[in-house]
């Protein structure tokens, strides 16, 4: 394995889709609590990233690597196939969802934790029909969803991060392509994908 293949599987590694999530969440908890100049802010931002991280992020890490005989490699190799991981997921963004829904902190920020959460779904309904990539399809959601945040809050509101979210993007297609795992039409049509779950995701707030 050269190098370029052996950084490819780190980029991969660090673009797991359970990290991304809690990447987003540090970001749109940030965000939302600078724009609503909560007292005790500190206080808020490191519990509620503890709880993120415990219950959406380690919480299925562990169920999954129990499942499959406490290997992470048969975690590796089978979590793809598998409904029931799925499952999990979807279970664990939906107990987090709920938690930090009830803070109304803003309609924004709901909408940022149902990303993970239908993302989660996709698989379950599309996996049989197309070539799903799960982390192509939560980073184009997050991608797009920074995107209408700069638009919302364009007055407080740097490019930076939506910069940072296609950079990152491009990273994580880069590791694909030099592993030789998906094609470029199975890439990009998982990044619309999850483009379009976003701009459902925004309707289904608006209405409700």
């Known amino acids: 394995m050269n190098i370029e293949q052996t950084l490819a599987k780190r980029i991969k590694f660090v673009f797991n889709p359970l990290f991304i999530a809690v990447y987003s969440f540090v970001y749109y908890l940030l965000l ?21 991280t415990l219950v959406s992020c380690l919480f299925p890490i562990f169920i999954i690597y129990i499942l499959n005989n406490n290997s992470f490699h048969n975690a590796e190799v089978r979590v793809k196939s598998s409904n029931t991981s ?18 109304n902190i803003s309609v924004w920020f709901n909408m940022g934790l149902l990303i993970p959460l239908y993302v989660s779904l996709i698989p379950l309904v599309l996996r049989k029909k197309t070539t799903i990539i799960y982390e192509i399809i939560i980073m184009g959601a997050i991608t797009f969803y920074v995107f209408l945040l ?34 470029p039409n199975q890439t990009i049509l998982n990044y619309l994908i999850g483009c379009l779950l976003t701009v459902l995701i925004l309707f289904f707030v608006l209405i409700i």
């Open 32 to 52: 939302m609590v600078l724009l609503n100049s909560y007292k005790d802010a500190t206080s808020i931002v490191l519990k509620s990233i503890t709880l993120y």
């Open 86 to 103: 799925y499952v999990i997921i979807c279970i664990s963004y939906l107990v987090s969802y709920m938690y930090f829904s009830m803070l």
């Open 150 to 183: 700069t638009i919302q809050y364009y007055y407080v509101f740097s490019i930076f991060p939506l910069l940072i979210s296609i950079f990152c993007s491009g990273l994580l297609v880069y590791s694909y392509r030099i592993q030789n795992l998906y094609t």
